[in-house]
């Protein structure tokens, strides 16, 4: 499953060239995000594994756990939670309670608060409200691995967690849970309260 064709902007990260499946991209997270801040200069301060650029805010009260890449015009808010190998590209919001974990996210995405979104790789675009979830383990199951059906068929990823690959301008109404391994069109909106599963039956 080809990132770029749900993320524009893929291709021209410092994760361009990866071109495995989203679900290995996140299981690797810290690695790649640790090998993209060894290429960061200024304006990008970098402390640790933790490089924050000098246009971005991360409010007093805000747990950014190495390694992490906040960039350009970023905002992270008091009470949010970053771990496991983040990377935040250009105008990103991480608002107040929201945690995310071992995941990417692209131009103008927004997490507005109370949110947690785990192993998961988010376009450019991407708005999700309050209280939406992006889960990323099946504890419901026996059988914990992540099915993904694609293209008609169910594809087997080999991981036990992945959340979603949410493509660019995709919509997460308040209070909505997106089930692990989850594939999310471009510009899709997920209504309010929704639930969004598509393990294979």
Not at 119 to 124: F, P, W
Not at 134 to 138: F, K, L
């Given at each position: 499953m080809d990132i770029a064709a749900y993320v524009d902007r893929w291709r021209t990260s410092p994760f361009g060239c990866l071109t495995d499946s989203p679900w290995t991209v996140t299981q690797a997270a810290e690695a790649h995000v640790a090998a993209a801040i060894a290429g960061?200069?200024?304006?990008?301060?970098?402390?640790?594994?933790?490089?924050?650029?000098?246009?971005?805010?991360v409010e007093a009260g805000a747990v950014v756990k190495a390694p992490a890449i906040i960039g350009p015009r970023c905002f992270v808010a008091a009470g949010a939670y970053l771990?496991?190998?983040?990377?935040?590209?250009?105008?990103?919001?991480?608002?107040?309670?929201?945690?995310?974990?071992?995941?990417?996210m692209f131009k103008g995405s927004k997490l507005a608060h109370l949110n947690f979104v785990g192993?998961?790789?988010?376009?450019?675009g991407v708005n999700i409200e309050a209280g939406a979830i992006?889960?990323?383990?099946?504890n419901e199951l026996e059988d914990k691995a992540i099915r993904i059906v694609a293209d008609g068929r169910i594809i087997e990823t080999g991981v036990d967690k992945f959340g979603a690959l949410l493509g660019d301008g995709a919509r997460v109404g308040a209070n909505a849970v997106i089930a692990p391994g989850a594939v999310i069109a471009r510009s899709a909106r997920v209504p309010r309260l929704s639930l969004v599963d598509q393990y294979p039956r």
């Open positions: 960061l200069t200024a304006p990008y301060v970098v402390n640790g594994e933790v490089a924050i650029h000098a246009s971005a805010t771990r496991g190998g983040t990377f935040l590209d250009e105008d990103c919001i991480v608002g107040p309670g929201a945690e995310l974990k071992t995941s990417f192993d998961s790789i988010l376009g450019a992006v889960a990323n383990y099946r």
